[in-house]
T-cell receptor
Framework: GAVVSQHPSWVICKSGTSVKIECRSLDFQATTMFWYRQFPKQSLMLMATSNEGSKATYEQGVEKDKFLINHASLTLSTLTVTSAHPEDSSFYICSAIRGRGYSNQPQHFGDGTRLSIL | DAKTTQPNSMESNEEEPVHLPCNHS???????IHWYRQLPSQGPEYVIH???SNVNNRMASLAIAEDRKSSTLILHRATLRDAAVYYCILSPRDGSSNTGKLIFGQGTTLQVKP
């Protein structure tokens, strides 16, 4: 149980393109989902918290107009990288919490999306 | 955010126990201690978490010091598939906007030798 699916797993696109990444909780409802970014040989960096039915909360330094997050249902959150540039190339990972987003619940992670902007 | 300190890397032999330490001297009373691991090119995988008492599950054991300022993840018999980066993370439960968030540090890279 507790499977989180990300799609696509890998994408290459031209500079200036907008790219949408989907994160789905397959066997549970997730009121809260999180989006992370990871550069090579670095740790995960939390970008934003996605709450179903409300606006996402972005971490300091993350441009909300650049990284659009939509959490329209209890099983789906999307991250859109708008007008992507080479510096946006990274490994993007989502996670979901079963039920409410309390710290006594484990986070279940997707397998990540490797984004390469040419 | 409360921070954790872990060794950068550790080595283990296959089929031997592994003890991965984590220091969190500034932990607050409402912080949960979470452990995750990440294999190359994959998302992190939940391992175990606890608050005050030691915890066991099918993957590992978590030993929490009495003062909660440190903890140890125990893999009872390491296999080659356990080679990964292990992250010890404090997750606040203080009712603030940080509740449930995981702030990843650099973790410990575990190498398992056959």
């Amino acid at each position: 149980g507790a499977v989180v699916s990300q799609h696509p797993s890998w994408v290459i696109c031209k500079s200036g393109t907008s790219v949408k990444i989907e994160c789905r909780s397959l066997d549970f409802q997730a009121t809260t989902m999180f989006w992370y970014r990871q550069f090579p040989k670095q740790s995960l960096m939390l970008m934003a918290t996605s709450n179903e039915g409300s606006k996402a909360t972005y971490e300091q330094g993350v441009e909300k107009d650049k990284f659009l997050i939509n959490h329209a249902s209890l099983t789906l959150s999307t991250l859109t990288v708008t007008s992507a540039h080479p510096e946006d190339s990274s490994f993007y990972i989502c996670s979901a919490i079963r039920g409410r987003g309390y710290s006594n619940q484990p986070q279940h992670f997707g397998d990540g999306t490797r984004l390469s902007i040419l | 955010d409360a921070k954790t300190t872990q060794p950068n890397s550790m080595e283990s032999n296959e089929e031997e126990p592994v003890h991965l330490p984590c220091n969190h001297s500034t932990i607050s009373g409402t912080d949960y201690i979470h452990w995750y691991r990440q294999l190359p090119s994959q998302g992190p995988e939940y391992v175990i978490h606890g608050l005050t008492s030691n915890v066991n599950n099918r993957m590992a054991s978590l030993a929490i010091a009495e003062d909660r300022k440190s903890s140890t993840l125990i893999l009872h018999r390491a296999t080659l598939r356990d080679a990964a980066v292990y992250y010890c993370i404090l997750s606040p439960r203080d009712g603030s906007s940080n509740t449930g968030k995981l702030i990843f540090g650099q973790g410990t890279t575990l190498q398992v030798k056959p």
